[in-house]
């Protein structure tokens, strides 16, 4: 079975879409309802645009949705038996097999970052990934540290995300270098995702998602809350207001996929960090079977 997956924020970089947009017509008339729908020119920001730009969640976000849906609608083979999405990803997966149209998927995403943002502007947090630790040791550092962090990406076998408040954050990346912590990265973004901190946007997003029709799946989508395979359109909407808060179950989900038939996987969007990271999680699942 065929899976396909779709990437968050961190894979943007200056110049995406550019070549799809010379080389499709399709991908040209996209990108300009993609201008149309938001009513400036996203094209000049990821085409053009500087990366200081490019890196805040109104725009990174938006960029790596339609880059990613525009390559899975001119793609002439994908035909996916299963579909995840890496946080953001998860929107953008859901537009490619058609459980909601490209223009409604933009409204949600810019919706979506527009909230992030202003959470972001409000209370200064950040993420780091978290490299040669057991999740279960992070996980307790977190509980223990009684500021605000917590695990938020579960990326791979001893690679874990962790998100919070600035302060704490640096206290737990302190204790976690100390404990023999591998290497310790700051992400490239501009807030605390997946963290209790994104709490006040759960409700706007949800007054604003509760206005768009969905469609249920026509291929299992494996999401980000449950880390399980989700069909129905009440489920996926309910997991996408629960996602700004929970974290992402990506290594469960690609587990939960290898074991219910996936064979290859698929990156669609930009880069392939989810192709090595799906590499470490089938080797290590491979080993524990």
């Not at 947009?21 to 729908?37: C, E, P, W």
């Not at 953001?88 to 992030?116: C, H, Q, T, W, Y």
Request: aromatic residues 8%; contains cysteine.
């Amino acid at each position: 079975m065929k899976a396909y997956m779709f990437p968050g924020q961190g894979s943007q970089f200056i110049g995406m879409g550019k070549n799809l947009y010379k080389n499709s017509h399709v991908a040209r008339k996209l990108f300009q309802l993609a201008n149309d729908v938001l009513e400036f020119s996203i094209t000049s920001i990821m085409f053009e645009g500087t990366m200081d730009t490019l890196k805040k969640t109104k725009y990174t976000q938006l960029a790596i949705y339609i880059y990613s849906v525009i390559k899975a609608k001119i793609s002439h083979d994908f035909e996916p038996d299963m579909v995840a999405g890496h946080s953001l990803g998860e929107f953008s997966a859901l537009s490619a097999i058609d459980v909601f149209p490209f223009e409604k998927g933009l409204m949600l995403v810019n919706k979506r970052a527009s909230i992030m943002q202003e959470i972001c502007e409000s209370i200064k947090g950040n993420m780091a990934v978290v490299l040669g630790l057991e999740d279960k040791i992070i996980e307790e550092i977190c509980k223990n540290d009684g500021g605000i962090i917590v695990p938020s990406n579960y990326n791979a076998p001893e690679q874990l995300v962790i998100s919070g408040e600035h302060n704490a954050l640096k206290r737990v990346c302190y204790s976690l270098k100390k404990i023999g912590a591998k290497k310790i990265l700051i992400l490239p973004v501009h807030g605390a995702f997946h963290s209790p901190i994104m709490e006040p946007a759960k409700k706007k997003f949800q007054e604003f998602i509760d206005k768009i029709s969905f469609k249920d799946s026509k291929c299992p989508i494996y999401q980000n809350v449950t880390a399980q395979s989700v069909i129905k359109s009440e489920d996926i909407k309910k997991n996408l207001i629960e996602q700004l808060t929970s974290p992402v179950k990506w290594k469960q989900s690609i587990e939960n996929m290898i074991s219910n038939g996936a064979i290859s996987f698929t990156d669609i969007g930009p880069g392939n960090i989810l192709q090595s990271l799906v590499k470490k999680i089938s080797r290590n699942f491979t080993r524990k079977i």
